[in-house]
Structures are given as C-alpha cells and as structure tokens.
C-alpha cells in the first residue's frame, strides 16, 4: 500500500505562493489518478485538484487560475504550486492517490481515494 508524504506548507501573507510537494514510496502511483484535498477547522474536506494518468488536469473552481497540479513520474512525486494566495485557502492539504488511471467525474469525492498522506498546515494572513 502506498504511503504519501506531503511537504512545502507553511506561513504566507495574502497574495503571496507556496509548492507543495507528495512523495510516496515504492508504489508508482504518480501513474495513476492523483488529487489535492483541503480542509479547514469546522468544515469539510474539499477537492482542489486531481490529475490524470496522462496529465489531464481537473479544479476546484475556486483555485481555478491560481493551483496548478502537477507530477514528476520519475520523481514519483505530486506537486500543487498555489499563487495569489488568500486567507480563504488557509487549510491542511492533503493527497491523495488511487488505483484507477482517470479520476472521472468523481475526482473530487473523498470514497474515491484509497490512500492519503498525513497533511501539511497552509496558513495564509492578510
């Protein structure tokens, strides 16, 4: 079973970027379908982007123009680079990755995932 660590988190002020970046180990599960998911305290946890096995790109519309999903295959990592950042995006981020190749129209469904890494605290102040 794959195992997901994110990093690159961390303190911004309003309109300012941060990369996050998801390893894994062992598995190669950048071949498949891959997605970002955030959640604040008191809310529930959201879909921001996914990617296809081909690279085909999916988003939020509220990120749509700032976060760009990314990955690196021979990395084996996953990458979201969020510009114009604001305090709404102010959540723990997490990856996720499952064994189908196209994410769908269910990409940004939680059930659809079956591994997630620990998370890493976005903070952005205006």
């Known amino acids: 079973q794959a195992q997901l660590r994110e990093s690159g988190g961390g303190s911004v002020l309003a309109g300012g970027s941060l990369k996050l970046s998801c390893t894994g180990s062992?598995?190669?599960?950048?071949?498949?379908?891959m997605s970002w998911f955030r959640q604040s305290p008191g809310k529930e946890r959201e879909a921001v982007a996914a990617?296809?096995?081909?690279?085909?790109?999916k988003y939020a519309d509220s990120v749509k123009g700032r976060f760009t999903i990314s990955k690196d295959k021979a990395k084996n990592t996953l990458y979201l680079q969020m510009n114009t950042l604001s305090p709404e995006d102010t959540a723990m981020y997490y990856c996720?990755?499952?064994?189908?190749?196209?994410?769908?129209?269910?990409?940004?469904?939680?059930?659809?995932?079956?591994?997630w890494g620990q998370g890493t605290q976005v903070t952005v102040s205006s």
């Open positions: 990617i296809d096995s081909d690279g085909t790109t």
């Open positions: 996720a990755s499952d064994s189908r190749l196209w994410c769908g129209g269910g990409w940004d469904s939680q059930a659809g995932y079956d591994d």
């Open positions: 062992e598995y190669p599960y950048t071949t498949y379908c």
